[in-house]
């Protein structure tokens, strides 16, 4: 069975660069996408973006500009760097896989980042 | 695309039937999952193309919908279902409702 984990900094400073990694384990990195997700304390989910195992990226046009996410397929794991923080960007964030139907069938437990 | 739910908040007892709304701002055809999320968590996936029941979910979930109107009930509710429900959109880009918390 698949299962995805969340690795990282908790504390960025104002200004810095958030980077996440997500670890696959149990399954292929083939076929899927590879999708971040966060959730600001109290609030409900902002889907931040995916790569699809071939590479092609996707991300959501509020956050594009200051979004990266890259997959790494021999290491089985895909990262996301988020330049230019603010204390908005102070989430849980999730990592998961995107099927073709459009949906997050695996989640990874999250990730607590705190800008501060 | 904007996705509305409601309600946002939704009180319920043990045994009832409830209904949740998902209304997209333009058609999204049949590309809405649901999840549900406790406090905590990571959601989970219970539907997916707007009706189909996600691998191991209940059967007392249910979801219809197409275009820009959908809909998750939730027939005899039990403990375990209090929780918040999201809905999610799929046309290239992704993106959720707010949620709709059910309480008891």
């Known amino acids: 069975q698949v299962q995805l984990q969340e690795s990282g900094p908790g504390l960025v400073k104002p200004s810095e660069t958030l980077s996440l990694s997500c670890t696959v384990s149990?399954?292929?990195?083939?076929?899927?996408?590879w999708t971040w997700i966060r959730q600001a304390p109290g609030k409900g989910l902002e889907w931040i973006g995916n790569?699809?195992?071939?590479?092609?990226?996707n991300y959501n046009p509020s956050l594009q500009s200051r979004i990266s996410i890259s997959v790494d397929m021999s290491r089985k794991h895909f990262s996301l760097e988020l330049t230019s923080v603010t204390t908005a960007d102070t989430a849980v964030y999730f990592c998961?896989?995107?099927?073709?139907?459009?949906?997050?069938?695996?989640w990874g437990q999250g990730t607590l980042v705190t800008v501060s | 695309i904007q996705m509305t739910q409601s309600p946002s908040t939704l009180s319920a007892s043990v045994g009832d039937r409830v209904t949740i709304t998902c209304r997209a701002s333009q058609s999204i055809n049949n590309w809405l999952a649901w999840y549900q999320q406790k406090p905590g968590r990571a959601p989970t996936l219970l539907i997916a193309m707007a009706s189909s029941l996600y691998s191991g979910v209940p059967s007392r979930f249910s979801g219809r919908g197409s275009g820009t109107e959908f809909t998750l009930t939730i027939s005899d509710l039990q403990p375990d279902d209090f929780a918040t429900y999201y809905c999610q959109h799929y046309n290239g880009y992704w993106g959720f409702g707010q949620g709709t918390k059910l309480e008891i």
């Open positions: 998961g896989r995107g099927t073709i139907f459009g949906v997050v069938n695996t």
């Open positions: 149990g399954g292929s990195i083939n076929n899927y996408y």
């Open positions: 790569i699809y195992y071939s590479g092609d990226t």
